[in-house]
DNA sequence: TATTATTTTGACACCGGTATCATTAACGTT
DNA sequence: AACGTTAATGATACCGGTGTCAAAATAATA
């Protein structure tokens, strides 16, 4: 059970090493009688090229990058499964980064992270993908990159889209139909580039409606638990407080939640809540959250794709893609009551 | 700005490559003098040996694999977190592998991973740290590995133990203090070794403070969700139902909170409920749950420490750590009412 | 001091692929 | 048939390190 290398396969075809390496590469030129004898010898011999020498003569690693913000649990895991998936595939690692986007030395240290080890490629989740400075730093040092969740296709890289404003659209569309009027909102974290998308939404469903839009109803938040709690105590102290109150994500509508129950609220029936995301927290709360699914593991499926097709330098159609969110109408919303 | 090759250190330092090659691996025999001209050499040019070629001559890889449970996200986070900071560190790269457990050509997989990405090492994680075959496979394989929260200290492998049964001792403890007599408890999945340890340290405290073990407080739970809420529905159905309930885990705990409220059961007064994992959402949800932490992030250091050892063929005192969980009491245990 | 044992060092092959470029084979053309 | 052109193939250097082994330098011993 030793280890097959190019020169058994060429020894094995009758034909040199650079001409199996041909083969390997799918290179142009080979002529298919050969080509054959190639890749009989490959299944004979069960052969699997060797990444490292692979990488040391064409100065690649096969490693891709996946940068994450350390905190933001919700979506990282299926981000991970849909860029693995790709990765395995086409003979690529996934070596996965969490970091802190507000770390002063970020871009050092996703500069060193990319010379150190060699990156062939990067992978740039929320709120990575929409830092202006970090993907200026990108463009120059012409590393390839794709953004996942991105909010706006003024980039160079290859980039998902999501339409965070449509799907907050509907999201208030879908509270506005049940009767609700006045719908207190619980913004994002200021960094991330959704947290206005989803805010214009909300917006545009209540111009849209004839709704106004009342200033005391709108809050901060930051996409955390706590922050959520913060803005309810807020929202629901008010003198007229909300009959529905939108979070920005579900973590913040877990914090809502938690403070409507020690207020004794009934829920659904005397507050719908709803939130975004569809966090795996969404549907063991009780009552389940209402809320708008990403398809993330898609994004990351179409991310790997493109920026795969970039490191080799394969012509790419279209940059940029969009993928379609869903509502998620659980319990936590209900018809208002007077 | 070129790259630096060893072979630009060597002519630096005046010294022949393989001298150079000698510092970067800490080999005997070098001479204080040369030592210190080279490691002038490394930072004067920034000198960053090349993995690849160092993997290809060395026949290494640099990279460990992570194996974990595909659904069971809960400590996954902490863990990858922890190992990466020791792979960074002794310059691995960590390769995560989610994978399903039940899968039946997960042995098959396992071996093509390890065989295919030419792994040097692999570090498991429930319940793979305890799957008899999977360790008995990679001990023919000889492949070094480690394994994270095992519950015995029977392998050939190096591994970070947990006391389950302790903590699970001490959470029914602390629920029998509160003076609870009837106490409910869900098992976990029958294939995580766990769920004997913590239905052990369950058993054991309620006979060494005299209580009788109730078969039908006893219910099966697979550590998701819904199954805690298909316990929770047997137990609280019960003619004379417990008055506390010891999940397993914390999702299965939020499932037996989720058919409380359902109930219109008031908690935490009317019943306590526990859980197990200190799982983000045991602090998201109310009330917030009692549970047991344990030092994952910490476990996977030491585990990946150990491997590196075994990989490099170090010497390694110890190959058995056990670490400390400790009881986080929240809102949702409360004494016992008549 | 001469001799032997032990460190320290370097020359060079080698790991398993790819890149360059020359060579050979196959194909049209006139 | 002779020629030029293009396609197919291979010889060999090279990527940036490590392993082997012999040579040189130093230390220990007689």
Redesign the pocket.
């Known amino acids: 059970m030793q ?5 058994d396969v060429a020894k094995y075809a ?9 083969v ?2 799918n290179e ?4 298919d ?3 054959l004898k190639v890749k009989e010898a490959f299944v004979a011999l069960s ?4 990444p ?3 990488g ?4 690649q690693s096969f490693l891709i990058g996946l940068v994450y913000d350390n905190p933001n649990k919700s979506f990282v895991s299926a981000i991970q499964t849909g860029a693995l998936e790709i990765c395995n595939q086409q003979g690529y690692h996934l070596l996965i980064h969490p970091t802190d986007h507000e770390s002063p030395d970020l871009l050092d240290n996703l500069m060193q992270l990319i010379t150190q080890s060699q990156l062939d490629g990067l992978v740039l989740t929320p709120p990575f993908s929409d830092m202006k400075n970090l993907l200026k730093m990108l463009d120059e040092s012409k590393i390839p990159y794709a953004r996942i969740a991105a909010t706006t296709d003024k980039s160079t890289a290859v980039s998902v889209i999501s339409n965070d404003k449509k799907s907050a659209y509907e999201m208030t569309q879908h509270l506005i139909s049940l009767g609700h009027v006045d719908i207190g909102f619980i913004l994002g974290h200021p960094h991330h580039a959704v947290t206005a998308q989803r805010y214009n939404g909300y917006k545009k469903a209540l111009s849209d409606n004839g709704l106004a839009l009342k200033k005391q109803y709108i809050v901060e938040g930051r996409f955390d638990f706590s922050s959520g709690e913060k803005a309810a105590r807020n929202l629901l102290g008010l003198k007229k407080p909300p009959t529905a109150i939108f979070a920005s994500n579900d973590h913040m509508a877990a914090g809502v939640m938690k403070v409507a129950n020690q207020k004794n609220i009934l829920l659904p029936s005397q507050l719908s809540i709803v939130g975004f995301d569809d966090s795996p927290i969404s549907e063991h709360i009780w009552p389940s959250l209402t809320t708008v699914r990403q398809p993330f593991k898609l994004m990351a499926n179409k991310a790997i794709e493109m920026l795969i097709k970039c490191i080799r330098k394969e012509p790419l159609e279209i940059k940029f893609q969009e993928t379609e969110s869903i509502l998620i109408v659980r319990e936590s919303s209900a018809p208002h009551q007077n």
Chains 1, 2 share one sequence.
């Open positions: 280890k097959i290398t190019i020169n009758a034909v040199s090493k650079k001409t199996v390496s041909r390997l590469n142009a030129n080979v002529s009688k050969t080509m052969y699997r090229p060797n490292q020498a692979r040391l003569a064409s100065n």
